[in-house]
């Protein structure tokens, strides 16, 4: 755990958490860190304005990191709120959830859907190009 100093910034945070985003990490690994209610803020505002965000919420963002494994960024108190409380930004790296779903066609055939993010480094893609692949394969289906 990481008390925040007088002169780290929430960018600071923020150029470390997106270093975890590129440089991956092991599903399991975290990190908290104690600062202000302004600066845990702020460093979800900034998070919740990437590309790679899959879900939000007022203290929580999750970020795609690849195809099995996501950020979870959240903040809480760390004691009741006053005037000089102190917070937790905790993040880690979680396991993805699958985003596949399964559908009957007829009885001998299955439409399977999925989705990813599309992962380009280096390349940055215009407002208007999607950066999503959606997956569509028909499989033979077990009769039930």
Request: charged content about 25%.
């Amino acid at each position: 755990m990481k008390s925040q100093s007088e002169n780290e910034s929430h960018v600071d945070y923020v150029n470390f958490i997106s270093s975890w985003l590129e440089n991956g990490h092991p599903v399991g690994t975290s990190w908290t860190a104690i600062m202000k209610e302004e600066t845990v803020k702020r460093v979800l505002i900034d998070l919740k304005m990437r590309p790679d965000v899959v879900a939000v919420s007022d203290n929580y963002v999750k970020l795609r990191v690849n195809a099995s494994s996501s950020l979870q960024v959240y903040y809480k108190a760390l004691q009741p709120s006053d005037f000089h409380s102190k917070w937790l930004l905790t993040w880690r790296i979680v396991r993805s959830q699958l985003e596949q779903v399964q559908l009957r066609i007829d009885a001998s055939l299955m439409l399977n859907v999925s989705y990813e993010m599309i992962n380009q480094r280096g390349r940055i893609l215009r407002n208007d190009q999607s950066k999503w692949w959606l997956r569509l394969s028909v499989v033979r289906g077990s009769s039930d």
